[in-house]
């Protein structure tokens, strides 16, 4: 774990000093990031013009869960976006294979060799926004609120890069995947929505079956304080399932890959 750890600073060191090497477009990047996360907060002002909630959802509510669905997206693309899109070309090109051979893990490897510094505004932004979501709604969340909130907040990020891990895997078999990263993104946009707009039918599917409510509902609850404690427990239930099912498909996946040089 040491060892995993030294490499890991390594990496982020060397993402830092690449993007010190070209300033104006590394914040050209934050500007860009911060506008499209003004762009939907726009779409959000528009809607709450017309209502003043939705599914039972206040502006203060859809601002946590907003702001809890940008906080896991940029946190995915930070750490591990670059690194998930780059697996199909490296199956195309037989690349794979260096990272295969090298004396460290494979999955961490090809997971965070790259670091996109340029969403760390987002990360910024996003918390800001977590503050004025719940000054809005009037909330005084307690210490056990606020961690229940970064605990799911984790577990959410956890599932998604899971999710998107083994979407990548896929191009072992099929090659050209690189359109399946736009699936994930759809995730994230329904996640946006309150779980309470669909049917209790659906709305069971999401929480038991397919953990879509856990991606930003559930954590904007327990920031709310409207979260059953159990919920934490289904949380934690659900990264450790995504992790082991997508470790061992990643793994699975590497016993059925051949070079593309053989």
Not at 108 to 125: A, I, M
């Amino acid at each position: 774990m040491r060892r995993l750890w030294r490499v890991y600073r390594r990496f982020f060191a060397s993402s830092f000093q690449r993007d010190l090497q070209f300033r104006a477009n590394f914040w050209a990047k934050v500007i860009r990031n911060i506008v499209w996360m003004l762009y939907f907060l726009l779409i959000l002002h528009v809607i709450y013009l017309n209502t003043d909630s939705v599914a039972g959802w206040d502006k203060g509510d859809a601002y946590i869960l907003m702001a809890t669905c940008f906080l896991m997206s940029a946190t995915i693309y930070a750490f591990f976006g670059d690194n998930l899109l780059e697996i199909p070309e490296k199956v195309r090109r037989g690349t794979l294979d260096y990272d295969i051979i090298k004396p460290i893990d494979t999955q961490f490897l090809v997971s965070v060799r790259k670091f996109k510094l340029d969403e760390l505004g987002t990360l910024v932004v996003g918390v800001l926004l977590v503050f004025t979501g719940v000054r809005m709604g009037g909330y005084h969340p307690s210490g056990f609120d606020a961690g229940a909130y970064a605990l799911l907040v984790v577990c959410s990020t956890v599932i998604f890069y899971c999710f998107k891990l083994s979407l990548m895997t896929l191009s072992v078999w099929f090659v050209r995947v690189d359109n399946l990263w736009v699936l994930g993104d759809s995730v994230v946009t329904l996640a946006r929505y309150p779980l309470e707009i669909f049917g209790p039918n659906l709305q069971r599917i999401f929480t038991y079956f397919v953990p879509l409510a856990f991606i930003a509902t559930v954590p904007s609850k327990a920031l709310m304080g409207n979260l059953p404690p159990i919920f934490l427990l289904y949380g934690v239930l659900w990264a450790l399932l995504f992790l082991a099912l997508s470790r061992w498909f990643f793994r699975f996946a590497l016993r059925h890959y051949t070079s593309a040089s053989s």
